[in-house]
């Protein structure tokens, strides 16, 4: 067992989806995967592994924020061996081009985390998306639903309620696409481990026109975002 997460060697699947919410986690297991297992109740940040069309997956709760997210993908990469990490989360629309409910598949992600700074110092990292599981994500998208579909960058913020909001907007002038709390360190840790990331989201508000999706419609429009991640860890392998 590794310090946060319950499991034995063994336990977890190469591929783990990823969300924030230990909640959707169990939904996840519970809606899409066979033969499920719950492997970690450790803090309430649930772990299960069950399979997908045959093939192994697990899902793990990560929590809010980079320094939570971060121990997880740690601990996966480390302790269990994971391959591959697909965030399934929810974002905020920065820009009129991407509306609520939406789909997010990101190429990289930018951060105002200090996280980075810390380990590059004076430099600035370009945390990016592991390419084949980009591929396969973007290919599988119109074969799922008819959710608009963006691929680019997606800006991980370390607050939700932003001191500095003009400082997000920022963001937008530099084609940023939408907000959430994760991915950069997600795609930071996977490079330094050698592994693979991607980050697949759903637009469950708009930042700039205020517009949100009620809980059932976050329900219902968080089935295609899980469904191209579990298309695209099977067929990029
Ligand atoms: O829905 P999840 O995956 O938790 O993602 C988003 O929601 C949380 C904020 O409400 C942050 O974790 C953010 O990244
Ligand atoms: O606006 C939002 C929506 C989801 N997640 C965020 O971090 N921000």
Redesign the pocket.
């Known amino acids: 067992m590794s310090t946060h997460i319950g499991a034995e060697p063994g336990q977890i699947a190469p591929v783990v989806l990823f969300?924030?919410?230990p909640l959707?986690a169990k939904w996840i297991a519970e809606q899409f995967l066979e033969d499920v297992e719950c492997y970690s109740e450790v803090r309430g940040m649930y772990g299960y592994t069950g399979t997908w069309q045959g093939t192994p997956i697990s899902v793990q709760g990560?929590?809010?924020?980079q320094p939570s997210l971060a121990i997880y993908v740690n601990e996966l990469f480390r302790d269990y061996d994971v391959r591959s990490i697909i965030?399934?989360?929810?974002?905020g629309a920065l820009n009129e081009k991407v509306a609520v409910r939406d789909i997010v598949i990101a190429s990289g992600a930018c951060t105002d985390s200090a996280m980075n700074r810390i380990t590059f110092e004076g430099l600035d990292y370009a945390p990016v998306a592991d390419f084949g599981l980009l591929r396969a994500a973007a290919d599988a998208a119109p074969t799922v639903s008819d959710q608009p579909v963006h691929v680019g960058l997606i800006y991980?913020c370390d607050s939700?309620y932003a001191s500095r909001p003009e400082l997000m907007m920022r963001m937008v002038e530099y084609g940023v696409l939408a907000v959430?709390?994760?991915a950069s360190a997600l795609y930071t840790l996977a490079a330094k481990h050698g592994r693979r990331a991607l980050a697949v989201?759903t637009v469950?508000d708009h930042v700039v026109t205020g517009e949100e999706t009620s809980a059932q419609e976050r329900q219902e429009t968080f089935d295609a975002m899980v469904e191209i991640a579990l298309k695209a860890a099977v067929s990029a392998g």
Request: glycine share 20%; with cysteine; aromatic share 4%.
């Open positions: 969300p924030g919410d959707r990560s929590g809010i924020g965030r399934v989360g929810s974002c991980s939700f959430e709390m994760e989201c469950s």
